[in-house]
């Protein structure tokens, strides 16, 4: 116990507290005499699993769903009740992901200054009551405002979820746990479904429309959700009453092994630079924009593509509810192959393939003469939000830095906003019904973003064999979880200023 006080107290002399050390080497330091021997490490991770997954799933299912409903509104008749002409649906849908996109950019400096916790919470309860007041529109400009406020307060979700997993555990821990709340996605799609049929039975003799109903009650529940996300979710390990100090110790030195930090509040500009300068960062960018050009397609349109196949508007909502189970099977697939197999990118082309394939279907068959073709096709895009997570996991285990990460963090959401403002921009009127440019689109973006991912794969390659083989060993096999009491480790440098700094791909 001596001996690692001496070390705590060797290394303090060494680095300044106010000089941008993590707070967990602050936390070190407050506790020189908590030992973290003995802790089971996987009874501590599935306590932080039941305490800290099933908020993230809720958030980013609500996510999604507060966000998806506008695609089944469509097939609930909002554009006869708010008179909407030509694109304005489109336009509607592209303008949330512009305000999405806009808002990314005081949000990487937010996400520093204020807990990642407490931020996620405060705007989960922001955009149920965007969602809510959704009800109240009465044409074009005013759904448009509540849309437009849904995509400010929904910006935080990606970075958020993305600063708040890569604190709880190492970087193959956390692949399969990204994968886990992004599964909120899948469920979305099938709650969407099912709820936008039920609430097409409601008789407008109620006094309310169905779609106005919907946005009202998944509105404030979305509010609840928010409220207990701020109050339940901890800011940092160090910060959860339900761990013990011998705990918190334990899986400071755990997650130490990442060299990317828990929490640093200094802001340093010169990782804004390093970052725009940073190869890997555009690569991702540009395969996450690919990605989400289908993914605005999806999220906007599959109902209006299934309802052209010939369903009626409660049939078309029921039948949207399969392409959930595709999105909740190939991400509960990648999650389990990348902490089995590693391989991200590998896993990421095994996504992207029946993207492909679909696009093709839904591109090349006549919804006339093979409906049940194009609906499959439909169905198989869906496998494409899968590697999103992978993305976001990439960022955290590949990007360190206290600036550096949660700005990269948001130029990814940046970048996933314009793949959708894209995405519905390809539906145009005068292509009705069957959007032909719509499905080429979905078609050669998928193709493009597996070139970029495997461009992306060799990259990392390249930068790791210009590295240390002993650095890269040491990462594999967990021996820097001895230098947890080096303030080194806790220095918040980036990991292109770290010499040592291994890649994941």
Known sequence: MAQKEGAVEASAGNWDRDSGVDTAWNYIQQHPDTSAAGTNLSRLRRRIDWHIIPLMFLCYTLQFLDKVIYNYTAVMGINASLSLRGNDFSNIATFFFVAYLVFEIPNSWLLQKIPAAKWLGINVVLWGVATACGAAATGYRTLLVSRVFLGIFEATIGPSLLLISSMWYTKSEAAPRFCFWYCGLGVGQI??????????????????????????????????????????????????????????????????????????RRYRFKEVLEAMLDPQVWLLTLAVILLSVSSGVVTTYSSTLIRNLGYAP??????????????????????YGIRTQSHRWAWIVVCIIPGIIGGALMSFLSPQLHGSGVLAGIYLVNAIVAPLPVYYNWISSNVSGYTKRPFCAALVAGSF?????????????????????????????????????????????????????AAAAAEATGERESEYLEAETWKGQTDREMRGFVYVY
């Open 191 to 264: 709650v969407g479904g099912a709820v936008s049929y039920g609430f097409q039975h409601i008789s407008t003799e109620a006094g309310m429309e169905g779609w106005r109903i919907l946005f009202l009650v998944l509105g404030l529940v979305t509010v609840v959700v928010g409220a207990v996300t701020g109050f339940w979710l901890p800011d940092t390990p160090m910060h959860a009453k339900w761990l013990t100090d011998e705990e918190k110790m334990a899986l400071i030195q755990h997650v130490s092994v990442n060299r990317t930090g828990i929490e640093g």
């Open 314 to 335: 409660k049939q078309a909502a029921l039948m949207n509810t399969p392409s959930g189970a595709i999105s909740i099977f190939f991400t509960l697939l990648v999650g």
């Open 417 to 469: 906003s314009i793949g959708n403002i894209i995405g519905p921009q390809t539906f145009q009127a005068k292509d009705a019904p069957d959007f032909l440019p719509a499905k080429y689109a979905v078609l050669g973006t998928q193709a493009g973003c597996a070139f970029v991912t495997v461009c992306l794969f060799v990259y990392y390659l390249w930068q790791n064999r210009r590295r240390s083989a």
